[in-house]
Every structure is written in structure tokens, then in C-alpha cells.
């Protein structure tokens, strides 16, 4: 049974574009005869059921769970790995955007407006200037790390009984917005590193200093990385030429999952709760932390790189949102 607010129209207009995309990607699979491309990437297509429910259910795009995956799991390099996450996500979180838009979700404007333009300038600069520069052993290392301290963050948002919530941003002042602009910016770097982490950054942020509804936050962060993906997907394959075919590969054995996937999560959120999603999440961010020693066994300075990480993503999320401390839940 659906929930009430799914109003008949927007879903007969949201399934049709699935239909159409799921067409589209029909003929073009018949016509490069790419069918086989199952029997040799069939693991990413069950992994993207569950990053698309993921996708859909948290503030956590489907990059986050293929990232540690692909690079962990299966060695796939990490450029890749950014690669496919830019491209899914430009499909399932776009999906999953729409139908938040057509469905009348609400969304918060200034979160969305201001962190998005930090985000495009973040990707932008960090696709060039940073990205590049990432040795593939740190990549892994600084990707579970940060997300460890995010698993903090997250629990402090889902398990905290201190602190108030709201459904909107209050009036912020020149130097609020221009601090939610840079944590725009830090989210966009992530990303052009990770394939993911506008979203999870900027939720945090909102959610812990602000005190702003998981209920409003979760849909505005994933327009947020729709929106970044989708740049990140241009800037990978049009403008750098960067976009491998394994990546392209990896991203056509899982289309038909994820533009499904990401609005079935949001309706499964609905039905579980919100703290047995987050404690799904954390779980996952404990055990691809774990992973990432036993797989990658960091040495002294790897090591130390990586608390340097975590040290730094626990300041990002607790002290840069100090002012929403102590106060208690309305």
C-alpha cells in the first residue's frame, strides 16, 4: 500500500519517464549487443539494489556504498569507482529527485541554493586541483575514515536527545551563508574524490547546527547530489574525456535498478524508521572501515594520515555545528 501523499498524477508521470529512460536503455543495449555485459558485471548490479534503497532512504547517495565496495571488495581503482559513482547517481539520484519535486516533498531553498553553489564551485576545483593529485591507497583510506566521523555525526542526528529540530533554516546572516557555502565546497571536493559527499556533508551540517528535519533535509540533500553527479558525470566524460569503459561497463548493467531503486527507498524509510536506517548506515560505515584496514594493512604514515582524516571530519561535523548543542528536542 502507498502512502497517502502519493497523489496518482505525479506517479503516473514519474513511472512514465522511468519507462521511457528503461526503453531507451533497451534499444541502446540491443544495438551495441551489450547484453553480455551481465555475465561479466553482474555484481554491481546487485550491488546497486541496495545502494538505490540506500540512496533513497538516507542522506547517503548510492556512491557511498559503491565506492568501498568496488575499491575494497573488488580492487576496482578508485578513479573508476568515482567514475561510475558520477554516472549511476546522475540516473538513480536524478530519479530520485524528480519524483521528489513532482511528489510536492518538501524541500529547504536556502540549504539547497547556497549548498549547491559551494557544491558546483567544489566539484569544479576539486576535479582539477585536487582529484588527481589522490594516491589510490589514500583514497581508500581517506574515504573510510571521513565516513567514520560521518557515522558519528550520524549518530549524534538519529540517537541525540539534546538538540531541537525545525522545518526550516532560520534567517541566516551574510557570514551563515557564506559558511554553508564552503561546507557546499568542501562537499563538492569530496566528491570529485569519492564520487560522493555534498550530500552527506551539507545534511550533517544543516541537521546538527541548525537543528533542520531529517524529513526536509534528506530530500534537499538528494537533489543536491543529483545535481552534483550530474556535474561530475559531464566534467569526467565531456570535458576531461576521463569516463573508462569499465566504469561505462559497470553503469549499464545497473540503469534499470536504480531508477527504481531510490523511490523504493524513500518509501521503505517510511515503513522502518528513520534510526533502524541510520543504524543500517553506521553499520556499514564501521564494517568498510574495518575492511579497509584488513584489505589495504595502512603502514605508520598511512595510518596516521588516516586519524589526521578522522580528527578532521569530527571537527568538521561537531565543532562547525556547536551552536545547536544543548538544546532540547520540541
Same mark, same amino acid.
Given at each position: ?113 547556497? $549548498?549547491? %553553489? ?7 576545483? /576539486?576535479?582539477? +586541483? @585536487?582529484?588527481?593529485? !589522490? =594516491? ?101 566524460? $565531456?570535458? %576531461? ?7 561505462? /561497463?559497470?553503469? +549499464? @548493467?545497473?540503469?534499470? !535498478? =536504480? ?72
Amino acid at each position: 500500500m502507498l502512502p497517502a501523499n502519493l497523489r496518482k498524477k505525479p506517479l503516473r508521470i514519474f513511472l512514465a519517464g522511468c519507462l521511457i529512460v528503461l526503453a531507451s536503455w533497451a534499444i541502446y543495449m540491443s544495438y551495441m549487443d551489450s547484453w553480455g555485459l551481465f555475465a561479466e558485471n553482474w555484481f554491481m548490479t546487485l550491488v546497486m539494489i541496495f545502494g538505490s534503497l540506500i540512496a533513497g532512504a538516507s542522506s547517503e547517495g548510492g556512491g557511498a556504498i559503491a565506492y568501498p565496495v568496488m575499491t575494497l571488495i573488488f580492487s576496482i581503482e578508485p578513479d573508476v569507482a568515482r567514475n561510475f559513482s558520477f554516472a549511476i547517481q546522475s540516473f538513480g539520484m536524478t530519479s530520485a529527485a524528480i519524483w521528489i519535486l513532482l511528489s510536492g516533498i518538501r524541500v529547504e531553498k536556502t540549504y539547497l541554493l547556497l $549548498a549547491g %553553489l559551494g557544491g558546483l564551485a567544489g566539484i569544479v576545483s /576539486g576535479s582539477w +586541483l @585536487v582529484a588527481p593529485f !589522490v =594516491v589510490p591507497s589514500y583514497a581508500k583510506m581517506m574515504f573510510v575514515s571521513f565516513w567514520l566521523s560521518f557515522g558519528l555525526a550520524l549518530w549524534a542526528v538519529n540517537f541525540s536527545k539534546t538538540r531541537k529540530k525545525t522545518d526550516r533554516l532560520p534567517a541566516l546572516t551574510r557570514n551563515q551563508k557564506l559558511e554553508l557555502v564552503l561546507v557546499g565546497v568542501a562537499g563538492g571536493v569530496f566528491s570529485s574524490i569519492f564520487g560522493n559527499g555534498l550530500d552527506i556533508c551539507t545534511f550533517s551540517y544543516v541537521v546538527l547546527k541548525y537543528g533542520l528535519s531529517e524529513k526536509v533535509a534528506t530530500p534537499t540533500s538528494v537533489i543536491l547530489m543529483a545535481s552534483n553527479a550530474v556535474a561530475g558525470y559531464f566534467i569526467q566524460g $565531456a570535458v %576531461l574525456q576521463n569516463m573508462q569503459p569499465e566504469a561505462i /561497463g559497470y553503469l +549499464l @548493467v545497473c540503469i534499470p !535498478v =536504480v531508477i527504481f531503486g531510490a523511490p523504493v527507498g524513500a518509501y521503505t524509510i517510511n515503513r522502518f524508521g528513520r534510526r533502524s536506517i541510520a543504524f543500517v548506515l553506521i553499520s556499514i560505515i564501521v564494517l568498510q572501515f574495518f575492511t579497509a584496514i584488513y584489505v589495504i594493512r595502512p603502514d605508520l604514515t598511512l595510518s596516521l594520515f588516516s586519524a589526521g582524516v578522522f580528527v578532521f571530519g569530527v571537527i568538521f561535523f561537531f565543532l562547525l555545528t556547536r551552536n545547536n548543542r544543548g538544546i532540547h528536542n520540541k
